[in-house]
């Protein structure tokens, strides 16, 4: 079972220490600290219902339950227009909403304050006129070569576009999604950070303000961007390559839904969580862009009581337990922790963790229906 704070009361550094950790970075912490300061605060995540829910999504799942308990007002934009407009699950909506009631079921399951975070469909917001005239406004705020650029925000390469034109909408959408919410912050993995970034920029732009202000009746905000860390796939090998930006990288190089073999699903059996981890790629010694260190520095540590425990023969050091990410690191990039045994105690914690999502496939005959729709539509 996950543990959260669900504290009531936080003072100003205890929230902004709250916001902040298991976060890559924020754009800008000075921003941040105004408007913490400034009373009532409006984040979201947009998410594209489009697949198996897979351990790289506790990231960001965890991290909600940080800003909720931060006192932030949280919003999950289920994106499942833009998960059409994407081509995925073969472009079937009503799949498409199963899946995103999936991942609610499994927030759920996981004691996430799911009761605290405003969920909504992306349809919503598509039902609005003045949305529409957003998403036109940012389009009309920004160049071609740059929306083509932040095509990696879908994960797709600027050249898809050529093939399929609506692929150009999806940017200028998701800028919309975070004007029409009227977001202090938007939360999102590294690789969203070309849309948030797209975001703060035109806010900045005059036509856009007063295009704002005449549809909303309010002032454009330019929306904090807080960027989490991706999980790598399994299969690794990520290695920056001259030239490419690192928000690509991480897009490139993540775990996916359409590739079994790169990811751990919440649904995953024990035995199968245990052939998948002693697969993965963890070269010794190397703890940067390495999946099993991530899983346990990114997931399991965000646990208050983390708590790794390494059972092996005494000829080998014997049992040892780390009960911090910095001496399981020193540990495992000094030689003392062998690959095979950081492997085997990262299975057996995540077969622990996700104790609650595997009861709820077992026990509901609905879940099991929509992953095995999904199974069969999943795309990339």
Not at 186 to 215: F, N, P, T, V, W
Not at 227 to 253: C, F, K, N, W
Not at 315 to 338: D, R
Request: with cysteine; charged share 30%.
């Amino acid at each position: 079972m996950v543990h959260w704070c669900n504290v009531i009361v936080l003072g100003r550094s205890d929230r902004l220490s709250l916001i902040a950790r298991n976060t890559l970075e924020i754009i800008t912490l000075r921003e941040l600290e105004s408007i913490i300061d400034g009373g009532k605060v409006k984040g979201y995540i947009g998410y594209e219902p489009s697949g198996l829910v897979h351990i790289g999504w506790l990231v960001w799942m965890f991290k909600v339950a940080d800003l909720v308990d931060a006192g932030v007002e949280f919003i999950v934009l289920e994106a499942t227009w833009h998960a059409f407009i994407n081509d995925k699950l073969g472009g079937d909506l009503e799949l498409i909403r199963d899946a995103a009631w999936l991942v609610r079921e499994y927030m759920r399951a996981l004691n996430l304050p799911v009761d605290k975070i405003k969920f909504i469909d992306a349809e919503e917001l598509a039902s609005d006129q003045n949305y529409w005239a957003l998403v036109i406004g940012v389009a009309k705020s920004s160049s071609l070569a740059r929306i083509k650029r932040a095509l990696t925000i879908m994960g797709r390469k600027a050249e898809e576009a050529e093939l399929d034109a609506s692929k150009l909408i999806y940017p200028a959408m998701q800028v919309a999604d975070i004007y029409y919410l009227e977001l202090d912050i938007a939360l999102g993995g590294l690789d969203q950070r070309k849309a948030h970034m797209l975001a703060r920029d035109i806010a900045e732009k005059s036509e856009m303000a007063r295009l704002y202000e005449r549809l909303m009746g309010k002032k454009l905000k330019k929306p904090i961007a807080i960027h989490t860390p991706i999980i790598s796939s399994l299969q690794g090998d990520r290695r920056m390559e001259a030239g490419v930006e690192v928000d690509d990288l991480y897009a490139e190089y993540k775990m996916s839904k359409s590739k079994p073999e790169t990811a751990i699903f919440l649904h995953d059996a024990p035995e199968v969580i245990v052939e998948k981890i002693r697969k993965a790629y963890c070269p010794p010694r190397l703890v940067e862009m390495n999946p099993i260190i991530e899983i346990n520095k990114y997931i399991l540590a965000t646990r208050r009581d983390y708590k790794l425990e390494v059972d092996r023969p005494a000829k080998y050091g014997g049992p040892v337990t780390f009960t911090s990410i910095k001496e399981l690191e020193e540990a495992y990039k000094s030689g003392e922790l062998h690959p095979l045994d950081l492997k085997n105690a990262t299975a057996q914690a995540l077969i622990e963790l996700l104790e609650p999502t595997r009861r709820l496939v077992e026990s509901s005959s609905r879940v099991r229906d929509v992953i095995e729709r999904i199974t069969g539509r999943v795309t990339r």
